[in-house]
């Protein structure tokens, strides 16, 4: 009985001393840094956040410059209202174009020349000014149904991608084209594109 017992006294110390080992062979092997965010970097051949950026920067700046938008202004004497649309991904690999939806919509949002509206929290909203109106919140603080505003146009576009390989070269452009629709009439006032084109280098063959 004493000896079952000092094997598994034995084994526990072990496996505690082993387990302790891996822990501490990690810790060894883990480095970890802050990076810039603002930093331009490429980690590895895909689709990544600086691309994004930079794609919204431009084509926000083209959009804002255009002729519909002092065309609407002599007319109507006030910002338009924007809404924007997801963006489509018709590449072949995963992209976050919800990043690339954010991204612009800062920019938009930023420059200080349209009004914009936040179609993605609509329903949430929705849900808020009815729960408002139900009678369970203060007369005087319930916000009132009908008094959203309309938007008067809609950004939406899409990220298509190619691909060309040779002799360990890869070479992959990525081009955004966005619309800008009147929604009452369904004129297309605006279309523009962005192209990002890198090269990667790899010394075995294959990707």
């Keep these: 009985m004493r000896t079952n017992v000092s094997k598994m006294k034995f084994w526990k110390v072990f496996a ?8 501490y062979s990690c810790a060894k092997n883990f480095e970890g840094t802050y990076s810039d965010p603002a930093k331009e970097e490429i980690v590895d051949d895909k689709w990544s956040e600086t691309d994004a950026h930079r794609v919204a ?3 926000i700046k083209q959009v804002l410059t255009k002729p519909w938008l002092t065309s609407f202004e002599a007319v109507k004497k ?3 209202i924007v809404i924007v649309d997801e963006i489509a991904n018709r590449t072949d690999e995963h992209i976050d174009t919800k990043a690339l939806t954010e991204a612009m919509t800062d920019e938009l949002i ?5 009004r914009f509206v936040n179609g993605d929290k609509r329903k949430q909203i ?12 203060e007369a005087k603080t319930k ?8 938007a008067d146009f809609m950004l939406s576009g899409a990220i298509a991608s190619s691909v060309h390989t040779q002799d360990g070269l890869k070479t992959v452009t990525y081009q955004t084209t966005l619309t800008m629709t009147d929604l009452e009439t369904a004129e297309i006032v605006w279309s523009g594109k962005e192209e990002v084109k890198k090269r990667f280098k790899r010394s075995s063959a294959g990707w």
Excluded: C, H, R, W
């Design 78 to 80: 006030q910002k338009p």
């Design 57 to 59: 920067n431009s084509l």
């Design 110 to 114: 930023n420059a200080g020349k349209v």
């Design 143 to 150: 916000k009132s149904m009908g008094k959203q505003i309309g």
């Design 126 to 137: 929705l849900d808020e000014i009815k729960y408002q109106n139900s009678g369970t919140t």
């Design 16 to 23: 505690s001393f082993a387990l302790g080992l891996n822990l």
